[in-house]
């Protein structure tokens, strides 16, 4: 077979679009384990969290995370260490005090 100048030999190469998907698949990759990284409730943190789901919902369920401690509290839900509603509001006022008004 003779090839003509004006021919390019790796247009024709399989193995190149392989590597290309190698590439795709390791961006990919980077992406997910930098959205772990970021994640509030990572498991490597140390850091004090509180989240808050479904807020002033009847399922609202707040998980607070002290290090490796978590802790689940769901209203009126059917999993988690506690159950209950929500008994009234907390207010920091100006002078740190806090103030307790229940519903």
Known sequence: MRLKLNEDMESDDPILSVVNLIDVFLVIIAALLLSLGYNPLNPFSKEKI????NAGQPDMEIITRDGQNIRR???EGTAGQGKGIKAG???RMADGSLVYVPD
């Open 50 to 53: 509180t989240l808050i789901r």
């Open 73 to 75: 509290f769901q209203s």
């Open 89 to 91: 509001v907390a207010y």
